[in-house]
Each structure stands twice: as C-alpha cells, then as structure tokens.
C-alpha cells in the first residue's frame, strides 16, 4: 500500500492521512490517477496531454505533483515532492511526441547523464531519471528563483543591472565552469539557463547538449546544437570541436548582453564607449572571451576569473573603477599579490614553529590533482632509474628538514622513527635486493612525508596489504580522519562553501548541543562534496579496510579482537553518541568508530571504481552502527541517493609522494 512521507519527521503515514500520524505536520495532498482502459476516451488523448501532471497526482508512487512551474515546446517543469527523499524537487519531463525523435531523446538523457556527474552549490543537481506512461522525465534539484532571462527581461526600458552584480553573476559561473570543464563542456550557456535564487545564489542548468571529455557525445559534424548569438564560431564549424573556450566565449557574450543590454552583432563597440560607467578595462575582459579566435581568448575559467577580480575588489570596496586605467587596475591588483605573497611566507615560517608544515602546499597540490586521484590514481610514488641511490639526495633533504621540525607530537616521532627504520633497511638491500630496496625507500620518504604533512585531527596509514573478499590488496600511505564528520563541522560547511549548502532537513534549524554527535542523513554526494570543500576524498574501502585492521596488525572482526564485548562500540543502541566516546573503538591505526556509531560512506574498491555512480547504482557502506552490528571486514551497499539516521562519513586524505610534491614542500618551506 502506498504512504506518504511526513516532510518533517519523515514517518511514512496512510495515503489518506491529511497530517502526520506521529508529528501532526500537515501532509502533501496527494492522489492518484489509474490508467484508463483500452480504447476509452481518456486513453484516446492528444499525446500532447499525456505527460501533463496535475496537482495532487502521483507519479511512479513516489513524486507528489505540487503544481507546474514551467512549460516549454518540449515539455513541462514540476514542482513536487518526493515521498522517498522527503523534499521537493523538480520533474522536466519530456512529451510522448518526442520520444520517437532520436536526437532529442539523446539531448534529454544527456542533461542527466552528464549533470549527475556534477556535484557543486553552483549547478543544479539531478537526482533520477524516470518514465510515465509514454513519456520521461528527469528529477532534479528545485531551485526557488528566476532565470537570469527573466530578471533581464523585467529591467525597465533603459536599465541595467549594477555592474557589481553583473560582474559576481559572471564569477559564479566562472566558479561552476572551473568545476565542469573537469569532466564536460555546457556547449549552451545563456541566460535561460542562468538560475538566481532570492539569496543570490547562481546556479547553472540546462548540459543537455554538454560534450564529456572523455566520452565525445555522439553527434554528427554537421549537425549545429546550441543556441545562436551564444555560441562560439567553432560551435557553428563542428559542434564536436570545441573545448572550455566556447564556454567562455558564450559567457562574455552574456556579460556584454548583461552591461549593454543587446548581444553583439558585426564589430561589437567597445562597452566603455556606449556607457561612461563601465571601465575600460572591461573593454579587454570581454575581448578575451569573444575573439572569433580561440586561441586569443581566456584558455579557462580559473584565467577569466582572476581578471575580473580585481574589478570586483574594487567594487566591493565602494571604489568606482571608472576612475582607474587597466594598466592602473592591474597594477593595483598585483601590489596586493605581492603583499599576499609576503604573508604567505612569513605564515609557512610560522608554521615551521609548530607541526603541518606544508599542508597547505600539498593540500594545493593534491587539489590540481584531484582528477587523477579520483580516477583512482592514487600516491604516485618516486622512480629512478638509479634506484636508492638515486632516492638518497630527496630522502636526505627530506630527512634533514622533518628532524629539524620542532615540537613533534608523539605520532610525529613515531613516523619519523619508522621512517628512518625503512630508510636503513632500503639502503642495506641496495646490492642484494634492489626492487625491495626501492620499496623500502618509497615507504621511508611518505613517512617522512607524513611528518611534514600531519593535518590535524588525521592519523597517517602506513602503505601495506589489506585482505578484502578473501584477496591481498596493497595500498599506497594515506591519511584518514581520525573521527566521523560532526555536525558542528557539516554545519560550516554548508554556511562557508560558495553558493551554500544545505543542513539535512531532519535536523531542523536549531543543532545547539549536537556539535559534536556524527553528522546523520547525508547522501553519498553530500559527503563526496563536503571532502571536497576541504581538499580531502571519501576514502576508498580499500582505505577504510587498511585503517581498520590493516594486515594482521588488528582483528578483523572488531578494534578490541575477535569476540564482541558488551559496551566495547555504539551497536544495536537505538541513538548515535558524540564522537570518540567508547575508547576500545579504537583501531590499530588510530581511528575512532569503525565499528560502531554510524556507518560510513566510502568510494568503490578501485578495480571496480568509477567517478559517479550511474542510475540504480549503491555504493559501499563499511562499518556498524547504533542500529546494526557489523564486523570490520564486512561491508554493505545502499542506494548513493539514502539518507538515514546511521549513515554518516569520514574523509581521506591521499599522500602525494612525487618527487615533483615533495620538492615543492620543501621549496615552500625554503
């Protein structure tokens, strides 16, 4: 029999009910509509009709329609409520008539392929893909708001927006873009497809026709997709050769359309001319973007941004930059570089007082390689064609400079200590064992490494064997946090990150006194994008497993051995417990309730990983929790949309061991 979801405590309630059962919270009106017979009339209706919801109605047993908040030649947007997830979403559904049209049904699956691949404040999510009756739809993220089309086309005669808001519409895009182009290009930005919500938040939408990078959309050369007036000239060619580039082109057509309110047509004139309250450094801004050749415009959206900053502190200051040159501009903006430069150093010489140092060089690092390690690169370690001998000037360098660290905590000593160890042992297999010499060598340099890393409240996990499944895994040197993600923690995150993020719904607006419990009821993706505001990983399982039990070094059953002790873990306790409160939960690597609390989210085993998951697809889960016992080697799987009161997660951290990573560690330090 089907229920209805209580938006507020999420107890599934009759589908008759008009209020909660068990919270009284007055429940979605909702109803449903059976399929006519066989040749009746209703069957009979215009296939134009047959995808059009109406309010009440519920579609797939599962979506609640609440009303339609758009409607287009191809179909209608609904606002509804989805009784799995308990919150309201948006269905864009696509008419039966269309279904038979190849291209179009390729466009539509396309936007939900390629969205569901990005996980950012500043692009609408897509959650599903489904059907009904002869038509699809696609359920994504509700976004309360306009378009940037609509908040234009409402200006009046004459009127534009103000140049500081224009120009942080513009850098929040340029932030969504720097995300995107990791993995797809939009290939179709305009102002439709810009998302402003009461807050200011921007949001871009609409990668219908976005091309993946590593996987060309199947489209015919002569075939042009996109939208004219926005689109680059090379679009117009082939609609397969572009890269990040015709985005930017079509942002800065959008940018002289925002400050002049038209497109540019012929030899645009320059914007500073036509409006004496625009600068003329926007004059070459939008140069950059808009040049019929590529190759003179902005190569991505990182370079775009930085030349639009310093306009905007400007702005921000309460400056007129009209005032200024662009020699004058940049000139400013370079100053306050230097300055920034000087700060960083005497912060690093700071650092070097107490522990961490270089974090933050690593940090950055790893962060302009997140791609390779979320493709399941993992630590590259050093070669050399010389073997250990070849190691012994960056591995005395490195000794050298972690030794003269003051104040090490004792995790610090311990890693320096078996590093040294590794380091004698590599050097005396030089000539009797090379390959395990260099082994020995590679470990020795990532506990140097951890040394100088030791971000806090991690604990660095030794490279080694892990047995999964009944196979013998090796894992390269990570860092694993040494607790689960709290509340208080998730909570800043979702305040600070660009654009903002939002609090599970069952925690309601008033937290005070959980700061410290395991952050519950969050997805996979909400854990996959906190680890990234912080330029962490979920860890993989084959991390969590190696920091669990490692290879002999701990049971694999539980922290304490192998029998269950009463009291040793939050297990079967019917509520979660602040974090680190049952100290026998603490495993041989130094992590805090792996066997008990909340179970945790983690990415695949790498031989069967891929970087977001697909329809259908559950991710792993490892770990017990207050509602369920669970032995360390074991793991589960669920849905990587759940959320529940005994899901949680912790992140990872990879050691970047290259010899390019540990010479720039050390250059920041010198």
């Not at 919270?25 to 006519?36: H, T």
């Not at 039966?96 to 396309?110: A, G, H, I, S, Y």
């Amino acid at each position: 029999m089907a229920t209805v979801k209580c938006p507020q405590c999420s107890y599934q309630n009759q589908i008759d009910a008009q209020a909660c059962t068990q919270c009284q919270a007055p429940l979605p009106r909702v109803s449903f509509r059976p399929s006519p017979p066989p040749g009746s009339v209703s069957s009979q209706q215009s296939s134009s009709d047959a995808l059009q919801f109406t309010r009440g109605q519920v579609v797939n047993n599962r979506y609640a329609v609440l009303g339609m908040i758009g409607r287009g030649g191809m179909g209608c947007i609904y606002k509804v409520h989805d009784n799995v997830l308990g919150e309201e979403l948006a269905l864009k559904t696509l008419l039966p008539q269309f279904t038979q049209e190849k291209m179009v049904v390729d466009r539509f699956l396309n936007e939900a392929r390629i969205t569901r691949k990005l996980t950012h404040p500043n692009i609408v999510r897509v959650h599903d893909i489904g059907s009904a009756g002869r038509g699809i739809f696609i359920s994504m993220e509700y976004v309360q708001g306009n378009s940037l089309r609509d908040i234009l086309q409402k200006l009046p005669s004459g009127q534009r927006l103000p140049l500081k808001q224009t120009l942080y519409i513009i850098d929040q895009l340029c932030i969504a873009l720097e995300y995107a182009h990791r993995f797809t290009i939009h290939r179709d930005i305009k102002p439709e497809n810009v998302m402003i919500t009461p807050d200011n938040q921007i949001k871009l939408m609409d990668f219908g026709i976005s091309k993946l990078m590593d996987n060309r959309f199947n489209t015919s050369a002569s075939v042009v997709m996109g939208t004219p007036f926005y689109m680059s000239p090379e679009q117009y060619r082939n609609t397969r050769d572009v890269d990040a580039r015709a985005d930017i082109y079509s942002v800065g057509i959008m940018l002289y359309e925002m400050l002049t309110g038209a497109v540019p047509t012929g030899v645009p004139k320059p914007v500073s001319e036509a409006f004496k309250d625009i600068p003329p450094v926007m004059d070459d801004l939008l140069k950059r973007c808009i040049d019929q050749d590529r190759e003179k415009r902005f190569k991505n959206a990182a370079e775009m941004r930085t030349a639009l900053q310093p306009v905007l502190e400007l702005l921000k200051q309460g400056k007129d930059p009209t005032r200024y040159t662009t020699r004058q501009i940049y000139k400013k903006a370079a100053g306050k570089a230097d300055t920034t430069r000087l700060w960083m150093a005497m912060a690093i010489v700071m650092v070097l007082l107490g522990t961490g140092a270089a974090l933050w060089a690593l940090e950055s690092y790893q962060r302009k390689n997140a791609s390779a390690v979320e493709n399941g690169l993992g630590a590259v370690v050093v070669r050399s064609q010389e073997g250990i001998e070849g190691l012994k000037p960056l591995a005395n360098r490195l000794k050298n400079t972690v030794q003269s660290l003051p104040d090490k905590n004792n995790s610090q000593l311990q890693w320096l200590s078996d590093g040294d160890a590794l380091w004698e042992e590599a050097l005396s297999f030089s000539r009797s064992d090379p390959a395990t010499a260099q082994r020995r060598g590679e470990s020795a340099l990532q506990h140097y490494l951890a040394v100088l890393l030791s971000p806090p409240g991690m604990v660095f996990v030794p490279a080694g064997p892990v047995q999964i499944d009944g196979a013998t895994v090796q894992v390269p040197g990570f860092f694993m946090d040494q607790q689960e993600v709290t509340i208080g923690e998730y909570a800043a995150f979702c305040q600070q990150v660009p654009g903002g993020w939002s609090l599970p719904a069952e925690l309601g607006g008033n937290f005070e006194g959980w700061e410290k419990y395991p952050v519950p009821y969050v997805s996979w993706f909400d854990a996959r994008a906190f680890a990234a505001w912080k330029g962490r990983f979920l860890p993989t399982r084959e991390q969590w497993t190696r920091a669990a039990y490692g290879d002999g070094k701990g049971s694999a059953f539980f922290p304490w051995g192998d029998e269950w002790k009463d009291g040793g873990a939050n297990v079967q306790t019917g509520q979660s417990a602040p974090v680190e409160s049952f100290p026998e939960d603490l495993s041989w690597s130094g992590c805090y309730d792996l066997a008990g609390n909340l179970s945790e989210w983690v990415r695949p085993a790498k031989a069967e990983e891929s970087s977001v998951p697909s329809f259908g697809v559950s991710m792993p889960l490892c770990g017990g929790s207050f509602n369920r016992q669970l032995h360390l080697y074991q793991s589960e799987t669920r849905l990587f949309e759940s959320r529940s009161p005994d899901l949680g997660f912790r992140c990872a951290l990879e050691v970047p061991c290259t010899r390019q990573a540990i010479e720039a560690a050390l250059d920041h330090l010198h």
